[in-house]
Nanobody
């Protein structure tokens, strides 16, 4: 079992920056990947960025070059640094952890944190 708590959301003007944090607890040794997703009102949840245990990362085309995902293993925390924010980045951002145990895959989700980018 894994528990995820996001923080760092808020209101920022276009062109500004924000850093989201996701702290993991529980059976963290089973986690092999983490990612950030976002969901805007009336839209489907979409993947923003992922990071694997080995450190490799992947980004949605819409955020590539502006967002950076990273992790601090000592603190069991993953971050999303968001720069050059645009109004279309406005959404609830969710942290997800993927864990593997006994041959089964489990996904765990945080509660979400609101990011609002004003024009």
């Amino acid at each position: 079992q894994v528990q995820l708590v996001e923080s760092g959301g808020g209101l920022v003007q276009a062109g500004g920056s924000l850093r989201l944090s996701c702290a993991a607890s529980g059976s963290i040794s089973s986690i092999n990947a983490m990612g950030w997703y976002r969901q805007a009102p009336g839209k489907q949840r979409e993947l923003v960025a992922t990071i694997l245990s080995g450190g490799s990362t992947n980004y949605a085309d819409s955020v590539k070059g502006r967002f950076t995902i990273s992790r601090d293993n000592a603190k069991n925390t993953v971050y999303l640094q968001m720069n050059s924010l645009k109004p279309e980045d406005t959404a609830v951002y969710y942290c997800k952890a993927r864990a593997a145990r006994l041959g089964l895959v489990y996904d765990y989700w945080g509660q979400g944190t609101q990011v609002t980018v004003s024009s």
